[in-house]
């Protein structure tokens, strides 16, 4: 398998002639955009969507099994992906940055006393380590109230000195929380969910590090609180993780025609973690964002915008490929992108059809995205609903790459199939799948391999992606038009209304 990985960092040299540079005149942007989005959805499929996968697969298994961001691995996945739109014709750059990359050596929590049993424990990105070997450790938890954690006075109902504080999620950032751990002078913290899933975090930075600081699932957090109920817990604590600075690069392509004062942008992250290959997380968007351009290149279509596509880097650890991306464009750049469209998780085993909720009609976390954002919703859920494919809102957790565009007022969306959140009932009647479990069982595991792929979810959302290149590439009338009011952005029940609250993917901060 190594000579994937070394043919896939070979830098490429041959540079095919370009998509069509031009742009048809006196042909009506509607019927332009009716026609090469018939045609992309048509040509566009999870079946050669897949053989992108398989690459990536590969590139893991020669590579230390991941894909992270600063790992041989990526750099072999981001080789394969400039060369494929290479030689398809587009203009390839690559956007190379510095960021410090995170490996975890150890997670491990134990109760060493009254009755010895282990608890599963993430560590959290950019966390502090112990000593090799760890520490035990009294574990105290901190009283719960709306900011659990959060200020020194949460502290002062017992001695944290040494010990491990155990700490309810919400109110404040985890960055917070051990933070406050760390002035009452705790020697680590423990964070527990408070929903179901398990608890993926991040402390943000790793100047942000004050104590190790781990995460732990609802269930796991709730059984500890009764044990401290019952009397004093004792506990073996080990959190370790690798920081080192490395480089490592974003992957760019744009068709060399189209108006760049019309800009339509597409992306999805390239990176895995470094606990698994990322089949799913997210190598589907990757595959599926890449099948889709191939095929644009393949069209006789001479879009009028510019259309560009992204492959994210270090999105794993908090979205810092588009972070630099976007804090690099002038005020004009910015201007020229109309839209913005995220991908991330397509393809998920137990999933659910998720749209970002634009114009925050469910009234679930966040708020609206930038003006345009309520448009990009309504546009997907019409295809889907052209499709007879049933689909829920999703609030704007920030927990991916959409992010830093919408903090600059560019109108953004997409879709997802979900991450570590649980499928309620409900969803499982619509979606079909398991109530109770996971959207990913896989999710930042090692499992998320070839076999974590759903090719139903997949095909479905790389047509979302080809209805959206084709239409926007020539039309971008419907981001002006009105959403009605009344009818919102679906129906109930095929969309529109109501996803409620769930875990989404990438590495939570608070």
């Known amino acids: 398998m190594a000579v994937v990985a070394a043919t896939a960092l070979a830098t490429p040299l041959l540079l095919a002639a370009s998509p069509h540079p031009g742009r048809p005149a006196s042909h009506d942007p509607g019927k332009e955009a009716a026609k090469l989005s018939r045609e992309l959805v048509r040509n566009a499929s999870a079946h050669d969507a897949y053989k992108h996968l398989q690459q990536f697969q590969a590139i893991a298994d020669s590579t230390e099994g991941h894909r992270a961001a600063g790992s041989l691995g990526h750099d072999a996945s981001a080789a394969y992906v400039y060369r494929q739109l290479q030689r398809a014709g587009y203009k390839v750059s690559y956007e190379s940055f510095r960021f410090t990359y995170t490996e975890t050596l150890a997670e491990k929590l134990a109760v060493v006393s009254p009755t010895p049993r282990d608890v599963t424990i993430k560590a959290m990105t950019y ?203 002038t005020e004009k750049q910015r201007e020229q992108i109309k839209l913005y469209l995220n991908f991330d998780m397509i393809a998920s085993p137990n999933g659910v059809q998720f749209v970002f909720d634009g114009d925050d009609s469910d009234g679930v976390g966040e708020g609206p995205g930038p003006e345009g954002s309520a448009q990009l919703e309504r546009d997907i859920n019409e295809f889907l609903d052209g499709k007879g494919k049933p689909h829920e809102g999703t609030d704007f957790t920030g927990r991916s790459d959409y992010g830093p565009f919408i903090e600059v007022g560019i109108p953004s969306g997409g879709t997802d199939t979900g991450a570590e959140g649980i499928k309620t009932a409900a969803q499982a009647e619509v979606f079909g799948g398991e109530a109770g479990i996971a959207y990913d069982p896989c999710y930042h595991a090692a499992c998320d391999d070839l076999d974590n792929i759903d090719m139903g979810h997949f095909d479905t959302n790389i047509d979302v992606i080809a209805n959206a290149v084709g239409t926007y590439a020539h039309d971008l009338r419907s981001l002006t038009r009105p959403v009605d009011p009344d009818t919102g952005t679906g129906t109930p029940g095929s969309g529109g209304s109501g996803g409620g609250l769930r875990e989404g993917h990438g590495r939570v901060t608070e």
């Open 127 to 329: 966390t502090p380590s112990t000593k090799e070997g760890g520490l035990t450790a009294q574990l105290v938890a901190v009283p719960v109230d709306d900011t659990t954690g959060c200020e020194a006075t949460d502290y002062a109902a017992a001695d944290f000195t040494g010990k491990i504080a155990l700490i309810k999620r919400g109110g404040c950032s985890f960055a917070e929380k051990q933070a406050a751990a760390a002035t009452a002078g705790a020697a680590g913290a423990a964070i527990y969910n408070n929903v179901e899933g398990a608890l993926s975090g991040t402390l943000g930075e790793v100047a942000a590090g004050k104590i190790p600081t781990g995460g732990l699932t609802q269930e796991e957090g709730e059984k500890l609180v009764a044990d401290l109920a019952a009397g004093e817990v004792t506990v073996s604590f080990e959190i370790r993780e690798l920081q080192e600075d490395r480089p490592t690069r974003n992957v760019i392509a744009e068709t060399p025609g189209g108006s760049a004062a019309k800009t339509v942008m597409l992306g999805a992250h390239l990176d895995s973690v470094t606990e698994g290959p990322g089949i799913n997380d997210n190598g589907s968007g990757s595959a599926g964002l890449l099948d889709v351009a191939l095929k644009l290149a393949k069209s006789k279509s001479k879009p009028a915008n510019k259309v560009r596509f992204a492959w994210w880097s270090a999105e794993e650890n908090g979205l810092i490929g588009s972070e630099k991306y976007v804090a690099a464009l």
